[in-house]
């Protein structure tokens, strides 16, 4: 009797967890972070259409299960490499894809290309759940348990090497998933241990030899083509990859929005980049502060000319220019916070005669955490809260973040910060500019959202605003702003050539002086904001201004249907460079999933003989679409929104996908290998209300508690975070992991031949939830999405796949 491949089964569904993740780290670097939601389509995708092909052949290739099984692993290990290869050999282009054809076709090729490896991965399983219906459970929670290893793996993968390194381990790791096949089937043969060899050395030969090529419009690859640039040195992490940039013959002049009229000359920089893009710069030591004035010279400098800053917060600290403009303007205690640990350790390299000091002063005091965070677990009170240009100037210009959510720009964290403020200190907050105005005004909109929410009649008497050629700098105090304050704003920008959009007492006469629009649009948008007729200004506005919140922390999503006509038809003029095209290519990628999805998987089904000759089984075959069609967008769903949600509590979305990935599929493997034993002790009907009820009731209440858990545990260490938010979606993923070996052990009872369809509609609807979630969240929030996939799980107490009694139609 064959044993059952259940140790290869879980090797296998781990290294294709591992090798999402990597996807999804890989795309980050080669081109944004908006395609690691494509990667999730892309590897359901190749699951659905697999159970799909498994459908119309399983007669045969159960047959050969043993051959079919082994060669789909090997397969899938040869195709992680040869994929990604043929993948970065497409001419892909993200943001020529509204005005070229083409690129629509190449992200359709990518696409295919990336699900070949899951398809393989999917064929395997499906083969094996066929095979062994009798242990279908076993096989179920090996699957879930198996993933759920992988994406810790992933996370040890990637402290150790670097991502294009990684795809060689994730090869290897399949290679020795085969080998395990061979022995649990007992079919370890010379031709296999020949085709083993072959590959191992494929593999070594290709994998070692793999290099990135990463998108010409991102900042690095721009500033490699300057003569004499060279990357010094490089660092990789889960939160990113770092490289550090020197210029040999043209010295870097990395200062955002300086005034064009300035006099002062940067000091030596090197140029650091993550991921490729988001360019800062370290700064080299000087025992001098004078020869730092350029530093004032750019809008984030206004706080320090309004008043005098004793105690400064920096968040998003980066490189640290932000906090030798602290000590210039003579702050006495200067907290910078910074996520990512290897950014702050580059600012201590060596190069040359190149040396920098910033962290090492006695005024400095850095911490390695979230913004956030920082400010709930301390008490302190600060002159001056300032957060400058956290993204690339290159990414955000051309809508490229309109996916990349952000818990430091939202309502709540606003609220935040002002309650950290001294009596009459300042939240600084400077963005890129952007024309028409999106991000300023939508900025200038969260502000004014804060202060009415806090009873303050006149939120205007508390903003002020300027803008430079390239940069915006939005001004909150607590407190009213004096006149002098205006005056010494006033004086600042006529120094610097720089605008002035906002004052309590601000004059037509006085804007639009120095970089001038031919209307002034800023003032005028500002001045619509805090009129009477605002909410009428932001429903007609061109671009979504609406605030950002916690449970939609899309603060750079600016997209609206309503003026994408309007753009297009100005694109002979240059106009589709005005739409935020992050957004569109997600929803060219939903689009996709569902052609794909319809052509792929469900049109070959209509053509099955063996479901039109047992035309007459006792389960519906509507039952069984509906059943798993909803059970797939459901789970996805309810992953995809806790993922999001669980990076304000883990500050980085690499940390938050592998801790709530890891919890729903480890546990949800758990509870497939409950689901029969229960089953039986309790009764089909009343068990598979419970769980439905289980699930719907478990995933609303996190709605109302986890803020409050989140708040409660910013105190605690990331190690600490990590179990605790593996411990909170423990219960819900226990149950989650029931609805799917439940009704595959009735399809094996009464309809054996259903499973493999089954599968792929169940990779179908994932593959379309995993886009369709954050297009919903983007427009709804993630609790609109929860409720939606808890309504999806309470629909199928209604249409569970069983045989129906001879009463019922």
């Not at 076993?138 to 699957?143: G, V």
């Amino acid at each position: 009797m064959t044993r059952l491949p259940i140790i290869s089964l879980a090797m296998l569904s781990a290294t294709a967890l591992t090798y999402e993740l990597l996807l999804m780290r890989l795309f980050s670097i080669i081109y944004w972070h908006h395609f690691a939601y494509m990667v999730i389509g892309l590897a359901l995708l190749g699951y659905g259409f697999s159970g799909s092909v498994v459908t119309v052949l399983q007669v045969k290739l159960i047959k050969h299960f043993r051959q079919v099984y082994i060669a789909c692993i090997l397969l899938f290990s040869l195709f992680t490499i040869i994929s990604f290869q043929w993948v970065q050999s497409i001419p892909f282009n993200a943001e020529e894809i509204l005005w070229d054809w083409r690129q629509g076709i190449y992200l359709l090729f990518i696409f295919l290309l990336l699900s070949l490896p899951f398809f393989f991965v999917g064929a395997a399983i499906c083969l094996a759940f066929l095979n062994f219906k009798q242990q279908l459970s076993r096989l179920y929670a090996a699957d879930l348990l198996g993933a759920g290893v992988g994406c810790l793996a992933f996370v040890l993968l990637m402290t150790i090497v670097f991502p294009q390194s990684a795809l060689f381990y994730i090869g290897l790791s399949g290679l020795v998933a085969a080998t395990m096949a061979a022995v649990e089937l007992q079919a370890v043969r010379a031709y296999f241990v020949a085709i083993l060899v072959f590959m191992l050395v494929f593999l070594c030969w290709t994998g070692w030899q793999l290099q990135l090529q990463i998108s010409p419009y991102k900042s690095l690859p721009k500033m490699l083509l300057v003569n004499g640039t060279h990357v010094i040195a490089e660092k990789s992490s889960p939160l990113g990859m770092i490289s550090v940039l020197a210029s040999d013959h043209i010295p870097l002049r990395h200062v955002p929005g300086m005034s064009l009229s300035s006099g002062s000359e940067p000091l030596p920089q090197l140029g650091v980049f993550i991921d490729a893009d988001n360019m800062s710069v370290i700064t080299r030591k000087t025992d001098d502060l004078q020869q730092l004035d350029y530093l004032n010279q750019t809008t984030s400098a206004l706080a320090y000319h309004l008043q005098v800053a004793n105690r400064v917060l920096i968040i998003g600290s980066g490189s640290g220019t932000d906090v030798l403009q602290a000590q210039i303007n003579h702050a006495i205690q200067i907290d910078a916070v910074e996520l990512n640990k290897l950014l702050v350790e580059q600012t201590g390299l060596h190069y040359r005669d190149f040396v920098s000091d910033v962290y090492q002063q006695s005024d400095v005091s850095v911490y390695i955490a979230d913004g956030r965070d920082f400010l709930n677990t301390h008490s302190q009170k600060y002159d001056l809260i300032q957060l400058t240009l956290l993204d690339s100037f290159n990414a955000s210009a051309a809508g490229l973040y309109a996916l990349n959510e952000s818990y430091l720009y939202t309502v709540e964290a606003l609220q935040l910060y002002l309650s950290r403020l001294k009596p009459g200190g300042y939240v600084s907050i400077t963005r890129w500019l952007k024309m028409p105005p999106r991000d300023t005004l939508k900025l200038f909109n969260t502000a004014l959202t804060v202060l009415h929410n806090s009873g303050v009649a006149e939120a205007g008497h508390q903003l002020m605003l300027i803008r430079s050629w390239q940069t915006a700098t939005l001004i909150i105090k607590n407190g009213m702003i004096s006149p002098q304050e205006m005056l010494e704003a006033e004086v600042f920008t006529s120094k610097r050539n720089f605008d002035l959009v906002y004052t309590p007492e601000i004059r037509p006469e006085q804007v639009n002086l120095y970089n001038v629009l031919d209307t002034p649009l800023f003032y005028q948008s500002t001045q619509a904001l805090l009129s009477k007729d605002r909410q009428q200004f932001i429903q007609r506005y061109k671009f979504n201004l609406q605030p950002a919140t916690d449970d939609k922390p899309y603060f750079q999503h600016f997209f609206r249907w309503s003026s994408l006509a309007e753009i297009l038809s100005l694109s002979h003029k240059g106009g589709a460079s005005l739409i935020e095209t992050g957004y569109l290519i997600v929803f060219a990628t939903l689009c996709i999933a569902v052609l794909t999805s319809s052509l792929l998987i469900l049109l070959p089904l209509w053509w099955l003989k063996g479901i039109k000759k047992n035309i007459h089984a006792p389960i519906k075959r509507w039952h069984v679409f509906g059943y798993f069609f909803a059970i797939g967008l459901g789970f996805l769903m309810i992953e995809i929104a806790f993922m999001q949600k669980f990076i304000l509590f883990l500050h980085h979305p690499v940390y938050a996908a592998t801790a709530i990935l890891t919890a729903f599929l480890v546990f949800a493997g758990f509870g497939s290998g409950c689901a029969n034993y229960l089953n039986k002790r309790v009764g089909l009907h009343l068990y598979v209300n419970l769980v439905i009820t289980c699930i719907a009731g478990l995933s609303l209440g996190y709605l109302f508690i986890l803020p409050e858990v989140f708040v409660w545990g910013s105190a605690l260490s990331m190690p600490i975070r990590f179990f605790v938010s593996i411990c909170l979606i423990a219960p819900l993923s226990f149950f989650m992991g029931m609805p799917m070996p439940l009704a595959l052990n009735s399809l094996a009872r009464h309809a054996d031949y259903l499973i493999p369809w089954a599968w792929a509609i169940n990779g179908c609807a994932s593959v379309i939830s995993s886009v369709l979630a954050v297009l919903l969240a983007m427009q709804f929030g993630f609790s609109i999405v929860i409720m939606l996939a808890s309504m999806l799980y309470a629909s199928v107490i209604f249409i569970f796949p069983q045989p129906r009694s001879k009463g019922e139609s």
